[in-house]
């Protein structure tokens, strides 16, 4: 069986496209999934650039979707031939994520789903949104449901709302074309003046090029009339917490997402606290709400922007051209 594992030190170089060994069949409450697709994540990249450790021999990918090929005994919601998206969290049903939440991601804490096949417990994957792709389901999977978290979870976007999206990565656009459904107005930056027109077609209402406005924060107070957005989808962390907290309306929700622009530095406590601001941490979400953004999906029949496949042996490449910031969407990996 195909696949690929992560040696030390970790680094792109040393992801090894070997063969493995193949699960066997699933026992009582198991299913055996042929992974087709997988797609790339910055949670991946941190795992597979040694910026967080893992096991020497670890098969990397949080996110992976095929087709189950068998069922063991007690299996109730799954039959051989239908496509199935894996968890992040596979043992986050619902409610609020269990302690060991992060020792137990595929790819990181667990082997994950860079290979062709695997066998694990019913509930680690769901079903997938009606008239799906594998390749499209393997979008879904972090950066879909973080998306979704972010929006509808941990806030309440409605029609009417503002919502502040940054740059035109997987998160960044579920949380656009999301937010759209949801009949918000959404405000999208980007040092990309091509990526921004993109970014206008899927439904952006203002756009903001933040290398020819360095004070993005400013200008989206200014496009709010001076109130100030609703929510921000923040994936910076550092580097930009402080614009957003500025771009944000008294009392709105900052979603802390991501470390792109640096895991530490100083804020704002000041402007913090003087706006009453929700800065709220988020890491994916559950099995029950992975259910309600399908749901979601399906209803609005919204579909993900896949902007790059490459196949499994060429994985270290297609972090590369993430690294490169070369993509718009998601990085699909075929297997």
Known sequence: ???VRLRAPAS?????????????QP??????????????????????????????????????????????EGVTGFAPGDLAVS?????????????SAF???????????????????????????????????????????????????????????????????GVSIFA??????????????????????????LGADELINYKEVPAWGARAMELTGGCGVDTVVE???????DQSMIATRVGGHVALIGVLAGFAGPVQTALLMAKNLRVQGLTVGSRAQ??????????NAIKPVISDHFALESLADAFRHQVANRHFGKIVVDI
């Open 176 to 201: 656009l074309q999301f937010a759209k459904a949801a009949g918000a107005r959404v405000i999208a930056t980007s040092s990309s003046d091509d990526k921004l027109a993109r970014l206008k077609a």
């Open 87 to 99: 968890l992040f969290f596979p043992d986050w049903i619902d409610g609020a994520p269990p302690a």
């Open 103 to 169: 020792t137990r991601v595929p790819g990181d804490g667990l082997d994950g789903y860079a290979r062709e096949a695997v066998v694990v417990p019913e509930h680690w994957f769901t079903r997938v949104p009606k008239g799906y792709s594998a390749a499209e389901a393997a979008t879904l999977t972090c950066a879909g449901l973080t998306a979704w978290r972010a929006l509808f979870v941990d806030d309440d976007v409605r029609p009417g709302s503002t919502v502040l999206v940054q740059g035109s990565g």
């Open 12 to 24: 792109l170089d040393n992801l090894i496209a070997t063969d493995l060994s193949d699960p066997g």
């Open 27 to 72: 026992g009582p409450g198991e299913i055996r999934v042929r992974l087709s697709a997988s797609s790339l994540n910055y949670h991946d990249y941190a795992v597979v650039a040694g910026m967080i450790p893992a096991a020497d021999g670890r098969i990397p990918m949080s996110d992976g979707a095929g087709t189950v090929e068998a069922v063991g």
């Open 235 to 241: 994936i910076g962390g550092a580097g930009t917490l």
């Open 290 to 299: 992975q259910f309600a953004m399908i749901a979601g999906i399906e209803a």
């Open 1 to 3: 069986m195909r696949g």
